[in-house]
């Protein structure tokens, strides 16, 4: 299975936010959108890097309550890891795994073309054990 699969199914919608906005207005995105993280973009630049869950709890045990006045630049992870469409899950399982992250931006050259989680991951990957299952079961009926 590859990351087009998964984008297949969960669409190529992704959840940005300027590097000139403000912590706060991070956190409500976040909020708004039930996810856990942001891609930051800046003037032609289409990653400048990523807004996560993780990032705001450094930034508020760093900064206090004054990190939420802060601009997501100064506190986004900068370094992204990204794949592309034709990565494998497997492929993806092991970045996710190495670099210790849940989000990871999909590109096409320097185009944005969507962000898969874990759980997209874990979804993928339940449901393709159950389709196992269900064609084991029926193998073994069919006796």
């Not at 998964?6 to 976040?30: F, N, P, W, Y």
């Not at 508020?60 to 899950?89: I, N």
């Not at 992250?101 to 989680?117: A, F, K, N, W």
Request: net charge negative; glycine share 6%.
């Amino acid at each position: 299975m590859k990351v087009q699969n998964l984008l297949a199914v969960k669409g190529h919608e992704v959840a940005t936010i300027s590097q000139e906005r403000s912590v706060a207005d991070a956190l409500e995105l976040l909020r708004e959108r039930g996810i856990g993280a942001l891609v930051v973009t800046a003037a032609n630049v289409p990653i400048a890097g990523i807004f996560s869950e993780r990032d705001a709890v450094r930034a508020l045990a760093t900064h206090g309550a004054s990190a939420l006045e802060h601009r997501v630049a100064e506190l986004m992870s900068r370094e992204v890891t990204t794949c592309d469409e034709q990565t494998s899950v497997t492929t993806l399982m092991g970045l996710m795994t190495e670099h210790r992250i849940r989000h990871i931006p999909v590109v096409d050259g320097d185009q944005l073309v969507g962000m898969v989680s874990i759980g997209d991951v874990v979804k993928a990957r339940f449901d393709e054990l159950e389709h196992e299952k269900k064609d084991l079961l029926d193998y073994v009926s069919a006796r």
